[in-house]
């Protein structure tokens, strides 16, 4: 899918194109503008998917594209960005058809939200398409329909609702051979044998229940569960964890559970599942937690085992103290990749302020350093740091005007220009509040010791 981000703010484009996981949603292109003209060319000349636009522009208003949209019959799913003051002109935007509208500065979770509203929407709208059998990930479907995830069950609605139609049985096979495998996946055809799974000693699948006996028959020592249909979530649930992994769940198991779970929710740290983690005492709440978690990992990690995955799911839930260490282990990583990414903005930043601490250094200017949204980078940084960024460019132009009077013969005014204090009494009274004493009884000080 194709998203268009428009606002005649450069920062407010920059910090919304890297606000979430676009892929995690289906996007895989991002066109972005600040001329709201360009972007009314761009929705005729292109197939837009989801318009995310601010209301108030020059020449062209996010009004004005709502109405191009409408009066072109064009399929594109409008989200609005607005002002409070702006109200009324959303809740026009509103009436023009937009699904959803968000107040500045935007929330990462209400964007996570109104995108997912907007998914839901293109997908109920959409023609029926062909079953695209070439794409079809089994690990993916199969985590759709045990997880919470409501952008990866969207992604596979398509196939349950055909597959839905059919009744399907669990499948598993004990000290299985290449040969086993290849029977199971040639009986059940090439369409499902992605449905198909080993892991340890152990064969396991989804077979179609009129030729679940016939299998049975030729494979010696085989089982089946009791057929379900995959669009009945809470029986493919009850039918997978009891037959897999020997565990009786009630739809009422996985509610509590699942506020939040890992794959639902932002975590900041492993440490935050081990502590849910370490809260929960029942095993069949323990493998429905982790089994979440799972799910998180097969979103985030994109070099993810496919056969890894298909060994925690089937074999290494049946002992779930043990797994839930090798996944901690698992988020760990990802979490400091993407720790490692952001402390290298916030590195950046630092340097810049210490280089340049006779500028004004206003959250506009480093915005530019960072490329990103001024309040976004605000909240990055205290998240990071601990410290507001105009708390840090404070200590650090104390700390370098105590250096220059420590090592220099500089006027007392020189050195507040230098560290970017145009007002010398400003300067003095900030000094005097950090160190006890004034620039230059401070001077006074370091030349007497």
């Not at 080993?198 to 077979?207: D, I």
């Not at 002992?319 to 402390?343: A, C, G, H, Y």
């Not at 410290?387 to 104390?398: A, P, T």
């Not at 509040?433 to 620039?439: H, K, Q, R």
Request: proline residues 3%; charged residues 25%.
């Amino acid at each position: 899918m194709r998203l268009l981000i428009v606002d005649d703010g450069h920062y407010v484009v920059e910090y919304m194109k890297h606000l979430l996981d676009w892929k995690s949603f289906g996007i895989d292109q991002i066109e972005t503008t600040t001329n709201s003209i360009d972007a009314r060319e761009m929705l005729d000349q292109s197939h837009i998917d989801i318009l995310i636009t601010d209301i108030r522009m020059p020449e062209v208003s996010g009004i004005d594209l709502l109405q191009h949209i409408q009066k072109n019959g064009l399929p594109t799913k409008v989200i609005i960005l607005s002002g409070y003051s702006q109200f009324e002109y959303a809740q026009q935007g509103i009436r023009l058809g937009a699904l959803d509208y968000l107040l500045k500065p935007v929330d990462k979770d209400d964007v996570e939200k109104a995108m997912s509203k907007a998914i839901k929407n293109i997908i109920k709208t959409q023609p029926i398409q062909p079953v695209a059998w070439e794409s079809f990930d089994g690990l993916g479907y199969l985590l759709s329909l045990l997880g919470e995830n409501e952008t990866l069950r969207s992604k596979f609605d398509v196939y349950t609702d055909f597959l839905g139609e059919s009744q399907f049985c669990g499948f598993k096979m004990d000290n299985f051979t290449q040969a086993h495998v290849d029977i199971v996946k040639h009986t059940i055809g090439d369409k499902l044998d992605r449905l198909v799974w080993t892991a340890g000693t152990q064969l396991f699948a989804f077979v179609p229940e009129e030729i679940a006996g016939e299998l049975t028959v030729t494979l010696d020592h085989s089982l089946l569960s009791p057929p379900f249909s995959f669009k009945d979530r809470n029986e493919t649930r009850q039918q997978f964890y009891g037959f897999f992994l020997s565990e009786h769940v009630h739809p009422s198991d996985f509610i509590e559970l699942h506020n939040p779970s890992p794959s639902c929710g932002e975590w900041e740290s492993a440490g935050n599942i081990i502590k849910k983690y370490d809260r929960i005492h029942l095993r069949k709440h323990k493998i429905i937690f982790l089994m979440e978690t799972i799910l998180y990992l097969y979103l985030a990690d994109k070099n993810r085992d496919a056969s890894e995955t298909a060994d925690w799911i089937f074999n290494r839930l049946r002992d779930p103290d043990e797994l839930w260490s090798t996944l901690m282990d698992k988020v760990s990583r990802i979490r400091n990749n993407k720790q490692m990414s952001i402390q290298t903005i916030v590195d950046k930043v630092q340097t810049y302020i210490e280089d340049h601490l006779s500028h004004g250094l206003s959250l506009d200017e480093l915005g530019k350093v960072a490329h990103l949204h001024p309040v976004y980078l605000s909240k990055l940084f205290k998240q990071e740091t601990g410290e507001n960024v105009s708390n840090y460019i404070s200590r650090k132009r104390l700390e370098e005007a105590s250096r220059l009077l420590q090592e220099s013969e500089l006027r007392i005014a020189d050195i507040a220009q230098m560290v970017g204090y145009k007002k010398n009494q400003y300067f003095i009274q900030l000094f005097k509040e950090e160190y006890g004493v004034t620039p230059y009884q401070y001077r006074r000080n370091m030349i007497h010791q």
